[in-house]
């Protein structure tokens, strides 16, 4: 075989360099020394700063539940009130000058705060989220400003019966009458009237003018196709498609996270792996990295790094990269050079983002030094590259491939289980497995009825118990696709009776976990 050449690989001999040659490596590794050591403490900065908005945020709201309780209880005059709403105001107007105007999101059971839904470390948080939920409302903006009688007036109207909220209209509105003019507050309705029918689709989790998550799917898959595509013919990438694409997959999850990660569960006959597993990885670690708690520039940096981790490959020939069968230990040495030949082409890049390279370096190596590239010596993963070991491990097994078949959801976040401390980092793999559930997000499950499902979201109190839509009969015979039957939805003694009794294969019982997410998720909406 004679050397490989091209511009990420020109004068490399896998023959005589493979992937543990330190000469083919220090190259790419110096390069990386000082960027990775900054990255990392911006990171670890970026999440303890969040963390402690998110714990002020929390704490405020504690507050403002407790005086939306106390207003339906006491008199505006009565001492415990007084004493309540005084409270209030001083944590709201400190929270407001120290870190500017807040916005609150309630989506799918979670209170989203900066891009990162709120932990919940109070019961008070838990307990506004559902205030807002029975309430119908979408998002709450607080400015600087707010005085004492918008806050007043704010807690009023919260704790109005429902029937007396509905004959005043549109909260927004009726607040700004009652002269509130620092806090805005939503319902899904006035957004839809406010903004037409691109605002309903985004609403839905929907990109604006798209009809369906498919068609989401699919055009981003076009546009990765061809920045893969470039690489391929030593083309400069169009980093703007690019960040459109990252972009969309942010907009997504701010919407439903729940209905993002369910669109990386599609498989499709026609599928090319390369580009469909930059896609998942591109979903899977923008979502792990919010549920993290990292500001969305990072998340955005981190999306953009694992949309393009597996570019080496496109210096990998085709002969190798699509064999079906096993391949030989120096086709293998081959394939092993892609993170090094990956790193080194987008370095060569303008205007690149700089976690790219080093996640394309570093996405295959372990905390142990095992993995590769091989290097003699000691080497500390970036967070961002560890977040990509993780989804490319488990999007890389849950796929099909030429010499292998695709393993369920259920079943690699099994096998992840089991995958040794000393190679991922424990806590960053339980905070993944904690994301997915046992049974992630789209998984095809059969209940203890006979009846088959959906799962539509995870459950963090009972893993084994996840939400999901029922889609057939006790026979197995499927439902209308129109109108999936939420379990939630039936009373406490039938949801009891039911439980997951195994995963099976969406495409053995000819069922579209994407079309029942998507109608579900409209519906509910």
């Not at 543990?20 to 020394?33: L, R």
């Not at 009565?78 to 105001?89: K, W």
């Not at 439903?256 to 390369?274: F, H, K």
Request: negative net charge; hydrophobic residues 40%; contains cysteine.
């Amino acid at each position: 075989m004679a050397p490989q050449r091209g511009a990420a690989g020109a004068g490399i001999d896998f023959r005589k360099e493979g992937c543990g040659s330190f000469k083919a490596c220090y190259g790419v590794e110096k390069c990386f020394a000082r960027r990775r050591c900054f990255w990392k403490v911006s990171a670890m900065k970026t999440l303890q700063k969040w963390h402690e908005k998110s714990v002020k945020v929390e704490q405020a709201l504690r507050h403002l539940h407790l005086l939306i309780t106390s207003a339906g209880l006491y008199s505006d005059v009565h001492p415990r009130f007084v004493e309540v709403l005084a409270e209030v105001v001083t944590a709201w107007q400190t929270l407001l000058r120290d870190e500017g105007e807040i916005e609150l999101k309630q989506i799918a059971n979670s209170l989203v705060y900066d891009g990162a839904a709120l932990q919940g470390h109070l019961n008070s948080t838990q307990e506004f989220t559902q205030m807002l939920k029975e309430r119908g409302l979408e998002c709450l903006v607080f400015q600087p400003g707010l005085t004492t009688e918008e806050m007043l007036a704010f807690a009023h109207y919260m704790a109005l019966s429902q029937s007396r909220r509905k004959q005043l209209g549109a909260p927004g509105v009726y607040l700004a009458q009652q002269g509130v003019h620092h806090i805005d507050i939503w319902k899904l309705g006035d957004l839809m009237n406010e903004k037409g029918a691109d605002a309903q689709q985004q609403a839905q989790g929907l990109p604006a003018g798209l009809n369906d998550l498919q068609t989401f799917r699919q055009d981003n898959l076009r546009i990765i196709k061809e920045l893969y595509q470039n690489a391929k013919l030593n083309r400069t990438l169009d980093l703007d498609s690019a960040r459109a694409v990252v972009g969309s997959f942010m907009s997504e999850s701010v919407f439903s996270s729940d209905l993002l990660m369910g669109i990386s569960s599609i498989r499709a006959e026609d599928d090319e792996y390369t580009c469909t597993h930059a896609f998942n990885a591109g979903v899977l670690s923008i979502c792990l990295a919010r549920y993290l708690g990292l500001e969305e520039s990072v998340v955005a940096d981190i999306g953009m790094a694992c949309l393009l981790l597996d570019i080496g490959k496109m210096f990998v020939p085709d002969a190798i990269l699509n064999k079906p069968g096993r391949l030989t230990a120096e086709e293998w040495a081959v394939m092993e050079s892609h993170p090094t030949l990956g790193a080194r082409f987008l370095l060569s890049l303008p205007n690149m983002v700089e976690l790219a390279p080093i996640v394309a370096y570093e996405h295959h190596m372990n905390l142990d030094g095992s993995g590769y590239p091989c290097l003699p010596m000691r080497h500390e993963m970036s967070l961002a590259s560890q977040i990509a070991s993780l989804v490319d491990f488990y999007d890389a097994v849950s796929t099909a491939r030429p010499y292998k078949r695709a393993a369920l959801p259920s079943d690699v976040v099994a096998l992840l289980k089991r995958v040794e401390d000393r190679t991922k980092d424990p806590r960053l793999k339980a905070i993944f497995l904690e994301m997915l559930g046992n049974y992630p997000i789209g998984s095809v499950v059969r209940l203890n009825t006979g009846e088959l499902a959906v799962v539509s979201m995870t459950n963090q109190e009972s893993p084994l118990r996840p939400e999901v839509y029922i889609v057939s009969d006790v026979d197995g015979k499927l439902l209308p696709s129109s109108c999936p039957l939420l379990l939630g939805e039936l009373n406490n003694t039938e949801a009891q009776r039911r439980n997951i009794v195994e995963a099976v294969d969406p495409i053995e019982v000819h069922i579209n976990p994407m079309e029942i997410l998507q109608k579900g998720e409209q519906r509910n909406r």
